[in-house]
């Protein structure tokens, strides 16, 4: 067996409303790849922000090779040579391979504060060499395509001679060609005795890859199994903990005429030619991978971009959407990926729900106080909002409750068409049956459903119809019996080498 | 309504739920009060009503200017100009008055108009200049003194020998009158510091005030027009600059072109010891008044004490950062867990 790297005891972390990790072990040999799996929220992202220094635990020992250490920032981490490569890139698109390689310990010229370039393309060729990867050091980043700046990342972390890689959804933006060069590099880095946290939602890649694997729900350690006794189903069973039909709720509800048709939407390249309908009721699903154009799409339709070129209309009107006030008085509404962008979280709930319709609730010009409790405390009672009064700031609630706010903004707004760009994103697996069953109210209420996500089974599970998107176009539809995640997969990566293809 | 959500939010929980706003408005107050004490103790000038109805005064003028400040802060800007915009305000309307024999009124709405304009240039050239807001008023700072020196020749106005008439008597009276014994120029500043809380309060475009200044995207995806907030914000703040004008004028019986230089520091010192957020969405008009009255009593102390005007000066910036560290300490250290 091989030696013990990494230990961790009883990490528990708690934020605002949500228990995020309670009494967690976890462990990492040297050259082992341990793959952590759970869903959105189960706890994998805080365990690696623990490890990586981003976050600080509230309780729990931590030991690297048997000595206990203390990480309570991203510099301890880096200087206990853990090195986590981020999901969301780190790098400086404009500046060279070789300065992000070694950003931050740039070689200098003897006796002298002056870079020493000939040094920077020597150390970082020798790496990229180690990495198989045939690009020039002089490249900036931003000339590299998604899936070689990850490699670099993970060049970045060998220049520092990391011990423990963490990779937080490493194939998600990659393409298949990019995923046989990622996992060679892991098997290098596993010869060199580094040890591996994997946290992927794929599946598919456990037996390819992983020695073994974690299984969190719900900020709980349900398990570790050696990754050659893992069956699907098993792991399946560990990280739901519940019936798919329990988790994506889905009432039948009666669809109705053609609420909203949006022609020829066009964003720069971002967006290309899009047409699609939703009709009353109904829930249309888009699925597509991160830069696939999904999000550009919603933020469109909604006004927030410019030099958009589109036909919208709206229950047979057509519509100019040229900003959100538009898209709002059209009867759309929106909720945006990022939860924080579309909350102001240091105010109450009462008034975060009111923004939109201030204008219905004015006396005399003035806002009247008693029509908005009476809008809020409907709002907050119609979504189940779990608060002890409506001046709450909305920062002081759990993720679940911040998303039924802003989705009770726009049920008060009676919006006829609703955008959701990851809805349930980042909170607990409850909550998000609560979510589903609000969009299920709204759509038996008649509106209509815009679901974006970059989670197939949620797409699948509620939408009625599943549009998938793909380097900014609409490349496949599905209706809900027809949808086989194989084949949508297949064609949300383009079928074949994806942008990031500029890895040679 | 029987429903204990409305019914009757628990003060406690209130309190709990704006612990960072009542630690705003306590904490000022305290301040305020141990400043009083302290000079009481050491001064025997200090504690009595005509000191204290000068300090009164003095506070006037930068409690106007604050009221607008605390708006442009709100909304996460900053608005460095309003003692330039203050100075060349007063200096085109009392040059109208007194050197070109403008009717008084008129003269008194050229001042505001003057501040309101200033404030709206501001403003466009920040949104649709995309000029970051400290650039765009640091330019307004220079651009409005120099015009004022323009406007003035760098004399003191009205200018003997060019003057058609003398400073009026109304004017005179809202810098230097009384009102129930009580300075005209507090009064005023009351009156604004209510009218800001009001608009602040129940206006939409108050409400929108906190939410662009919260969470610029989040106004954007509620349909608030960012842009039309902030010009307000910067409007009001002219406005007030414009009116904080017309009382110093009327204070000091004579307009120049040099009146409000440094006024931006104390306004701003006002505001963020009131407890506002200095990046936006938080803070109070109550809290403002608060700050704008200890600002006037630390000054009127360092004078009673006969601290040289010069270390004034020099304490007057210290305490200014000084207030924003302990602001910021307290935020990290009780806000962001």
């Not at chain 1, 699907?232 to 990280?239: F, G, K, N, T, V």
Request: hydrophobic share 45%.
């Amino acid at each position: 067996m091989k030696a013990q790297l990494l230990n961790l005891f009883n990490i528990s972390k708690a934020y605002p409303g949500v228990q995020a990790l309670k009494e967690v072990d976890f462990d990492l040999r040297h050259g082992e790849v341990h793959f952590l799996l759970g869903e959105n929220g189960a706890g994998k992202s805080t365990l690696m922000k623990i490890l990586s220094g981003s976050v600080q635990k509230d309780t729990g020992i931590i030991q690297m090779d048997g000595k206990e250490i203390e990480i309570i920032s991203p510099q301890d981490a880096v200087k206990q040579k853990i090195a986590m490569v981020y999901q969301e890139l780190s790098l400086f698109p404009n500046l060279s391979v070789g300065e992000n390689v070694l950003a931050g310990m740039l070689p200098v010229k003897k006796g002298s504060h002056l870079v020493d370039w000939k040094e920077i393309n020597r150390k970082t060729k020798e790496i990229l060499d180690e990495l198989g990867l045939d690009i020039s050091p002089t490249t900036p980043v931003a000339d590299l395509g998604v899936g070689t700046r990850q490699l670099i990342e993970i060049g970045k972390a060998i220049s520092r001679q990391a011990k423990v890689l963490l990779l937080d959804e490493p194939t998600s933006a990659l393409s298949v060609h990019e995923i046989e060069k990622l996992y060679s590099i892991v098997e290098k880095l596993l010869q060199k005795g580094i040890g591996i946290v994997y946290v992927s939602h794929k599946l598919s890649e456990i037996p390819r890859i992983a020695n073994r694997v974690t299984v969190l729900r719900d900020g709980h350690k349900i398990g570790t199994i050696d990754a050659d006794q893992a069956t699907e189903s098993d792991l399946i069973r560990m990280m739901v903990g519940r019936e798919v039909s329990e988790k994506y709720p889905k009432d039948k509800v009666k669809i109705g005429k053609t609420l909203l048709n949006v022609t020829g939407l066009t964003l720069g390249k971002r967006v290309k030619n899009v047409s699609f309908h939703i009709k009353k009721g109904e829930i249309v699903g888009i699925f597509g991978l991160m830069g696939s154009g999904r999000t550009s799409l919603a933020r469109a339709l909604f006004g927030l971009e410019n030099c958009i070129d589109m036909n919208v209309s709206i229950g047979g009107n057509t519509t100019k959407i040229n900003n959100p006030k538009d898209a709002i008085k059209a009867g759309l509404g929106y909720i945006t990926e990022e939860r924080k962008m579309g909350l102001v979280l240091r105010m109450a709930i009462a008034y975060n729900i009111t923004f939109p319709i201030l204008k219905k609730i004015l006396r005399f010009g003035m806002i009247d106080h008693k029509s908005e409790r009476k809008t809020s405390l409907s709002c907050i009672e119609k979504l189940h909002i779990v608060t002890p009064h409506m001046m709450r700031l909305v920062e002081n609630l759990s993720g679940g409750n911040q998303q039924k706010v802003a989705l009770g903004r726009w049920m008060c707004n009676e919006s006829k068409v609703l955008i959701l760009d990851e809805p349930t994103r980042g909170i607990d697996v409850g909550a998000k049956v609560s979510v589903y069953k609000l969009i299920g109210q709204l759509a038996k209420e008649g509106a209509g459903i815009l679901l974006i996500s970059s989670e197939l089974p949620e797409v699948m599970g509620i939408s009625d119809r599943i549009l998938v998107m793909s380097k900014g176009e609409l490349v496949a539809e599905f209706t809900r019996e027809e949808a086989d995640s194989d084949i949508i997969m297949t064609h949300a990566v383009g079928g074949k080498v994806s942008e990031g293809g500029r890895l040679i | 309504m029987s429903n204990p959500i409305v019914r009757n939010i628990p003060i406690i929980e209130l309190l709990k739920e704006r612990k960072s706003s009542v630690m705003n408005f306590a904490g000022p107050l305290l301040g305020l009060s141990i400043l009083v004490v302290l000079l009481s103790i050491f001064t025997p000038y200090f504690w009595n009503s005509a000191n204290l109805l000068n300090v009164g005064r003095q506070a006037a003028t930068n409690i106007i200017i604050a009221a607008g400040m605390t708006l442009v802060i709100f909304t996460g800007g900053i608005d460095l100009s309003v003692g330039s915009v203050m100075a060349l305000a007063a200096s085109v309307s009392i040059v109208a008055i007194t050197h070109f024999g403008v009717n008084l009124w008129l003269g008194i709405l050229i001042c505001l108009a003057v501040g309101a304009l200033c404030g709206l240039l501001n403003g466009l050239v920040i949104t649709k200049g995309r000029v970051p807001d400290f650039i765009a008023t640091l330019g307004m700072m220079s651009f409005a003194r120099g015009l004022a020196l323009l406007v003035t020749d760098g004399m003191p106005i009205p200018y003997f020998g060019i003057a058609v008439r003398p400073m009026p008597k109304e004017i005179i009276a809202f810098g230097a009158g009384h009102i129930l014994g009580i300075p005209t120029p507090f009064f005023i500043a009351l009156v604004v510091i209510l009218i800001t809380w009001f608009v602040s309060k129940n206006t939409r475009t108050g409400r929108h005030f906190f939410a662009v200044g919260g969470n610029k995207e989040a106004a954007r995806v509620s349909g608030i027009s960012v842009e039309k907030t902030k010009l307000t914000a910067y409007m009001f703040s002219g406005l007030f600059a414009g009116v904080a004008g017309i009382v110093l004028a009327g204070r000091l019986n004579s307009a120049n072109a040099h009146m409000g230089s440094g006024a931006e520091l104390d306004a701003i010192a006002s505001v963020v010891m009131g407890g506002a957020n200095l990046f936006g969405g938080e803070g109070a008009l109550g809290g403002t008044l608060v700050g704008g009255v200890t600002i006037a009593v630390l000054n009127n102390g360092l004078n009673l004490l006969a601290v040289s005007p010069f270390w004034q000066e020099v304490a007057m910036g210290a305490v200014v950062v000084a207030v924003v560290i302990f602001d910021q300490w307290r935020r990290r250290r009780f806000l962001i867990k």
